[in-house]
Structures are given as C-alpha cells and as structure tokens.
C-alpha cells in the first residue's frame, strides 16, 4: 500500500471498525497535509483492538503527528513483528503515535522502530509518543508496554525531547 495521499488521517490505510487486522503487508510513502489534526500517515485507526504483525511501515509522513501510525482515541492496538522505519511527522510521534482510552492500553512488542524524525522546534517522541499531543499534551488512559524492541537513531529537529519515546503524563 504505497503512494497515497489523505488530507487529514489514514494516508495509506483508515480503520473505522474494531479490531482490524494488517497483516504481511508494506505501508510505505503515504502522505497527510493537513495540518490542524492530521495522524496516520501510513495507518490510522480510532477503534479499539487494532493489529499489525508481520508488517512494514515506512517513509510515510504526516503534517501533524503519527507519521508511520496513528492510533487515536483507541483501545488497546497491538504492533507485533513490525518494522516502523523512516517516517517524518512535523510534530510528535513520526514513528508511532499513541493516544488511548482506559479500555486498554497499547502493546508494541517485537518491533524495530528506527530512523523516525520530527521537523518542528520541540518536536517530541521522534520514534514512539504515548499521550494526545493537542495544547498541553495529554497522558493516556491506558499503559503503553513495549517489549523486546529495538528503538534506533530516532529524532526530533532540537534532539530535547523524547527522541526514541516520549511519554505525556
């Protein structure tokens, strides 16, 4: 799933029910311009139950924030096996970004998240950010667990917040 452009989430895929699975795929040069609520440039999703396994998310970008993933408003997604690599969000979560409900928390286990960028002064969480990036910043509702995951060379454009993960509490 490459090459496609949105305007506000879900440049390459938008999941509106629950419990969608993505599996075995590619999610790569994806593109989201709008810039007052944009996420998911790659994969977007605002029900709960959400699975990626065995995939690809890279060089997507978002003007916004969850360039590779955008998990918003969701209970408990689960990324398994998957490599998020190269994503560029203008402001948090260029690699994953996670903001959910206390139905559930988040799990990402598995995974290489690597080589994600934030272009904005005080860009956070250049390869995971947990929590609602809107005015303040908002903590999550539910725990984000991350297991057995390589998290590399991830940045933001002052390298003061977060750069790997960044975390709202």
């Given amino acids: 799933i490459n090459s496609n452009a949105a305007w506000i989430s879900g440049g390459g895929i938008y999941v509106s029910a629950a419990g969608g699975i993505i599996s075995n795929c590619t999610v790569a040069d994806n593109y989201l311009s ?5 996420y998911g440039g790659g994969i977007a999703t605002v029900k709960p139950g959400l699975l ?10 978002s003007a916004l924030y969850g360039a590779g ?6 209970g408990y997604p689960v990324i398994r096996n998957t490599e998020v690599v190269e994503n560029k ?7 994953i970004q996670v903001h959910t409900y206390a139905d559930g928390g988040a799990l990402i286990s598995n995974c290489v998240i690597k080589g994600n960028q934030t272009s ?7 390869g995971i950010c947990d929590g609602y990036p809107g005015g303040d910043g908002k903590a999550s509702l539910g725990a984000l667990s991350v297991v057995d995951t390589k998290i ?3 940045g933001s ?3 003061r917040f977060g750069c790997g993960v960044f975390i709202y509490t």
């Fill in 120 to 126: 904005v002064y005080g860009g956070r969480g250049g």
């Fill in 34 to 38: 709008y810039i007052d609520g944009a």
């Fill in 89 to 95: 969000a203008r402001f948090t979560g260029s690699g």
């Fill in 52 to 61: 990626i396994i065995d995939s690809v998310v890279s060089n997507n970008f």
């Fill in 152 to 154: 590399v060379d991830n």
């Fill in 69 to 74: 993933i955008g998990v918003v408003e969701s």
């Fill in 157 to 159: 454009v002052n390298l």
